[in-house]
């Protein structure tokens, strides 16, 4: 049973669109991290969240966590090819992150 | 920010032996680093939680005696993985916890390519 949901998997558009990464949980975090990750090259992270409602903007960027902690999305404006890349959520519990599948995406020019 | 280094970045060995991977942080002292493994196209799967003066904790189906893991300092975590074979080709990632004021956030080394022939 996977406890952090994560959606799409995976994501092809055009250079220009919007698009929004969703993570789904029943359980309570303590605060979730977003990672965006390249081949071969470990994740790096672009942000955390810790409270019920948050939103945070980085740059085309614009992350949200859940009024109960227990969700998170993503939504990146205007796509570039430069964005391109797994990006992966995380929740924390217990003094451990919970990884979601991951976010394949492909933008193209 | 905070940077976590990783030594080897890659590695090929011969099946049987045993390859050890260094995880430091650079910047700042953890008392705990994390060992995950990353399968191609798939998420970060966690092996064991390593604890600097302590015993590390390991994941369900994770043998402790395959992968051994030490936290001798604040700074410096290491894997052994002993007697390795093919299967345990993989991408090793570590990671280390920074206290950012409200949460404790993991930042990711570059990762270890292992290949075992």
């Given at each position: 049973?996977?406890?952090?949901?994560?959606?799409p998997?995976?994501?092809?558009?055009?250079?220009?669109?919007?698009?929004?990464?969703?993570?789904?949980?029943?359980?309570?975090?303590?605060?979730?991290?977003?990672?965006?990750?390249e081949?071969?090259?470990?994740?790096v992270?672009?942000?955390?969240?810790?409270?019920?409602?948050?939103v945070?903007?980085?740059?085309?960027?614009?992350?949200q966590?859940?009024?109960?902690?227990?969700?998170?999305?993503?939504?990146?404006?205007?796509?570039?090819?430069?964005?391109?890349?797994?990006?992966?959520?995380?929740?924390?519990?217990?003094?451990?992150?919970?990884?979601?599948?991951?976010?394949e995406?492909?933008v193209k020019? | 920010?905070?940077?976590v280094?990783?030594?080897?970045?890659?590695?090929i060995?011969?099946s049987?032996?045993?390859?050890k991977i260094?995880?430091?942080?650079?910047?700042?002292?953890a008392?705990?680093?994390?060992?995950y493994?990353?399968?191609?196209?798939?998420?970060?799967m966690?092996?064991a939680?390593?604890?600097?003066?302590?015993?590390?904790?390991y994941?369900?189906?994770?043998?402790?005696?395959?992968?051994?893991?030490?936290?001798?300092?604040?700074?410096l975590?290491?894997?052994?993985?002993?007697?390795?074979?093919?299967?345990?080709s993989?991408f090793?990632?570590?990671?280390a916890?920074?206290?950012?004021?409200?949460?404790?956030t993991?930042?990711?080394?570059?990762?270890?390519?292992?290949t075992?022939?």
């Amino acid at each position: 049973t996977q406890l952090l949901e994560q959606s799409p998997q995976f994501l092809s558009i055009q250079e220009g669109e919007n698009l929004t990464v969703y993570c789904n949980s029943s359980s309570v975090f303590s605060s979730l991290q977003w990672y965006r990750q390249e081949p071969g090259e470990g994740p790096v992270l672009l942000v955390t969240v810790v409270t019920g409602g948050e939103v945070k903007k980085l740059k085309r960027l614009t992350f949200q966590f859940g009024d109960a902690r227990k969700d998170s999305s993503l939504h990146i404006t205007a796509a570039q090819p430069g964005d391109t890349g797994l990006y992966l959520c995380a929740g924390a519990k217990g003094g451990k992150l919970i990884f979601g599948q991951g976010t394949e995406l492909s933008v193209k020019p | 920010g905070a940077v976590v280094s990783q030594h080897p970045s890659r590695v090929i060995c011969k099946s049987g032996t045993s390859v050890k991977i260094e995880c430091r942080s650079l910047d700042f002292q953890a008392t705990t680093m994390f060992w995950y493994r990353q399968f191609p196209k798939k998420s970060l799967m966690l092996m064991a939680t390593s604890n600097e003066g302590s015993k590390a904790t390991y994941e369900q189906g994770v043998e402790k005696d395959k992968f051994l893991i030490n936290h001798a300092s604040l700074t410096l975590s290491t894997l052994t993985v002993t007697s390795a074979h093919p299967e345990d080709s993989s991408f090793y990632i570590c990671s280390a916890s920074k206290n950012t004021g409200n949460a404790d956030t993991q930042y990711f080394g570059p990762g270890t390519r292992l290949t075992v022939l």
